[in-house]
């Protein structure tokens, strides 16, 4: 029988070569991916980016790697802050959609917080040529705000220590009620539009003044800030009627564009009525003016009048009393003033034909008087004496042997005129 020979395994060695190249593969390995994380916060390697240059007036400090951000996004970040020809200058490597940006755009350096991490707001321009890659935006068209800490380092220890004040109760005040705040803020945005068109149209200079007219006027709220602060629950009371009847105010609302011209016409109809009123109001402008004089001398009288007032009461209290029988009176003699009334009444002609000759009947009572006055001793009789003759009955004219004949034109003169008519001889 053949004896088999028995073959025995043998183990493989790999060579010498062969270890020093997984070596050296690791070791490549682990120098990339250190390069890579060197390398990476300056930009992933194989990802395209679009670089800018920005000079700055004054950059706040910003930093190597801090956020660049545009609209509320990140878009990139800053690499290499350094200083050219006095100039403070930053490449801000963004993303490559955003290329090209325009000329016209600026740059605004903001902090991220109130410990001092700032960021680079981008505010994207509609106008200018497009900005290459490499090109720069001139410090012109960038700025940087203000730190909250460096505007309170500039305050002295007690307005410090109002602003903490103001700045816990405004805390405590806006606890609780974040959806409020974020609803008034979503509604605050068309009207800081607004307010910054508005601020653009005021002339330079008068910012301060508005701020000192501002302090001025919390200066002097300051004192009744409590009463204010117990006003707003009144405040929001009134409000909240209207919010209940909105559906009235609604529906008010919607009616009113059909009401508007019939109250057009409505008001087109009370011109007249307001341009009178204003003839008025001018015309009784001499009035008004006047009325404050009168108003004194009305007011000095009635102060002066009081005592005769006064006594005047006591008048009236006897007229009071005699006014019965002053009425008892006149109702008992009525009765006898209808005949008197009657005899008035009969003797008025006669008084209407009498009353213009008062003339000739005080003339002739004077002359009766006379004619009465004198007499003899068998006692007074009248001393009336008709001569008769032909030249008093036939009223002739002419020389007699009296003497020259006087007589009147017009026997029957009209009232008042006897003894002045034209007289002939």
Not at 165 to 172: A, D, K
Not at 256 to 280: I, N
Request: hydrophobic share 40%; proline share 8%.
């Amino acid at each position: 029988m053949r004896q088999r020979r028995s073959r025995k395994a043998v183990a493989y060695r790999p060579g010498r070569l062969r270890y020093l190249g997984q070596g050296a593969f690791g070791l490549a390995v682990l120098i990339g991916l250190l390069v890579f994380g060197i390398n990476a916060p300056n930009g992933i390697p194989g990802r395209s980016y679009y670089e800018i240059d920005v000079a700055f007036e004054d950059a706040d400090n910003i930093a190597a790697h801090a956020q660049v951000r545009m609209g509320g996004r990140i878009v990139g970040q800053v690499l290499r802050p350094r200083v050219e020809d006095g100039e403070a200058v930053a490449t801000l490597q963004l993303s490559s959609d955003l290329e090209p940006l325009r000329a016209s755009t600026r740059v605004m350096v903001k902090p991220r917080s109130a410990i001092g991490v700032r960021f680079v707001e981008l505010f994207p321009g509609a106008a200018g040529p497009p900005l290459a890659a490499g090109q720069r935006i001139p410090a012109s068209q960038t700025g940087a705000t203000r730190p909250l800490d460096e505007a309170l380092g500039t305050l002295d220890a007690r307005t410090r220590d109002q602003t903490r004040r103001f700045l816990r109760e405004l805390g405590t005040g806006m606890a609780g009620r974040g959806e409020d705040l974020h609803d008034t803020i979503e509604g605050a945005t068309p009207m800081l539009h607004d307010l910054r068109r508005v601020m653009g149209a005021v002339p330079p200079g008068a910012g301060g003044a508005m701020v000192r007219g501002a302090d001025t006027l919390l200066s002097a709220a300051d004192p009744v800030r409590d009463a204010l602060a117990d006003g707003f629950p009144a405040e929001a009371a009134a409000m909240r009627v209207v919010r209940d009847a909105r559906e009235e105010l609604h529906a008010t609302l919607e009616a009113a564009p059909e009401a508007l011209p019939a109250t057009a016409a409505g008001l087109a109809r009370t011109r007249p009525l307001v341009r009178a009123v204003d003839r008025f109001a001018r015309e009784s402008l001499p009035l008004l003016r006047a009325a404050p004089a009168t108003l004194r001398h009305a007011s000095l009288l009635l102060r002066e009048g009081g005592p005769t007032v006064r006594a005047a009461r006591t008048t009236l209290r006897d007229a009071r009393a005699a006014l019965p029988p002053t009425l008892d009176l006149l109702d008992r003699i009525q009765p006898e003033l209808e005949p008197l009334e009657a005899t008035m009444d009969a003797a008025t002609p006669l008084l209407r034909e009498l009353a213009p000759r008062h003339c000739d009947l005080r003339n002739m009572l004077g002359g009766w008087a006379s004619m009465t006055s004198l007499g003899n001793a068998a006692g007074n009789y009248l001393r009336f004496n008709v001569p008769v003759s032909a030249e008093s009955v036939q009223a002739l004219n002419g020389i007699n042997d009296i003497g020259p004949l006087r007589i009147h034109d017009n026997p029957y003169p009209a009232p008042c005129e006897a003894g002045t008519e034209k007289v002939g001889r």
